[in-house]
């Protein structure tokens, strides 16, 4: 049975800076989050992060906040897996997230470390607001370049490196977590996946330490850090996140879109003009949940969120040969207090020539007929050339090439 030290510290510490809010001292504090997916692998780094900063200093106050609102969490199952293999019995209700800090207003605490992203969101940003600390392994936004440490370097999972950083202060129940994120990560550590060197050997030391351990050995013989996934305990675990993760039949198409998103901000100098990008990630193929819908709710959650562009990466599995496949859908709204319907157009025209032009992608955009027919069966109205769909040719590319692109797209709009 895990113990439940994580959870007691992260119960106590919740209660500790929520006290300190409440009296006025919340700038004493430093807020360590994960992005706004809210994944396990957000989650669990901000976790170590705070732990290893008090075992580093009792005294210290670091908080960790996980950037998703509490009903959100029941969107992420495999989050709360991970959670009770690492002690946490009402991770739902012990857990600082937005909804504790949402009446905020400003933000209490100025001082942040942000792991598994690397720029600081508008919504914290203040005069004196400053970044500290950075672990990530997404790609580096030259951004808080005096963060110490400042650690952004590929790798399937952000808990790789964070394992590394934590390495002398490890309970087993973290070590647990910090595996189960690795694990969720990278799909199950398997070759010619996600995972990399990095977080194979953050596995192996990881595994030794964690609740998962048992005898690092296949058929007799001792396990090497590539052979890693075969380990039973490992394989075995990652078959039971993996298949919670990708059970989302019982969603809404409002629930996919908030599932697993990001939100970026740009500034288009040539419309003068602000705008708001979200790309919402979904483990099904359109087909399967946003028949005729699509367009409308679409429209409801870009409003919702003040959105120009949305876009929807899907991945998932042929039914036929299995095959790993990813589409992509991209939205854009104007609106009489945003964007005009003139820039929605050209955003849209840029968007689609800076998409199409990417090898990386490889996307293959269908003649105008059926690009039509696919977008009414998704309920918009093509006429009116405010949506793009696609299959995506190169189904390795996730929404870490995507976002980039995307980037360098409006970096020169």
Known sequence: M??????????????????????????????????????????????????????????????????????????????????????FTDAKKELLTLTDVAHMVPFPSATFALVDHNRLLDRYASADARVVAIVDHHEDENQHTDADPRIISPSGSCSSHMAMLCAKHMPRELATLLLTAII?????????????????????????G???????????????????????????????????????????????????????????????????????????????????????????????????????????????????????????RSSDDGVSKDAARTIMEQLKVGLEASKDLDLNAYDLPHHNNRLAQLGFRPPDKNALVYEQGNAHATRKVVAPLVKAIFSNI
């Open 2 to 87: 895990p113990s439940p030290i994580l959870e007691e510290f992260v119960s106590r510490t919740k209660e500790r800076f929520l006290a300190d809010v409440q009296a006025s001292k919340g700038r004493e504090w430093t807020v360590v989050m994960g992005n706004e997916a809210g994944d396990i692998d957000s989650v669990a780094c901000a976790i170590a992060f705070a732990w290893r900063a008090h075992s580093m200093d009792k005294a210290a106050r670091v908080v960790p906040l996980v950037q998703i609102e509490r009903d959100d969490y029941d969107l992420r199952p495999e989050n709360d897996v991970a959670l009770q293999l690492s002690g």
């Open 184 to 208: 969720t990560d990278t799909g199950g550590l398997k070759p010619h996946g996600k995972a990399t060197d990095v977080d194979r050997e953050a596995a192996y030391f990881l595994f030794h």
């Open 210 to 332: 964690s609740n998962l351990n048992e005898n690092l050995e296949i058929g007799g013989l001792a396990v090497s850090t590539s052979d890693i996934h075969k380990v039973s305990a490992i394989s075995d675990t990652a078959n039971i996140l993996l298949t919670v993760k990708s059970d989302v039949r019982s969603f809404s198409i409002w629930d996919l879109l908030r599932r697993d998103y990001k939100e970026y901000s740009y500034s288009l100098s040539s419309l003068q003009q602000d705008i708001r990008v979200g790309i919402a990630t979904v483990p099904m193929r359109l087909k399967d949940w946003a028949r005729g819908n699509l367009a409308v709710e679409a429209d409801k959650y870009m409003a919702r969120r003040g959105l120009t562009v949305l876009g929807v990466l899907t991945t998932f599995r042929s039914v036929k040969k299995n095959k790993h496949k990813r589409q992509q859908v991209w939205v854009v």
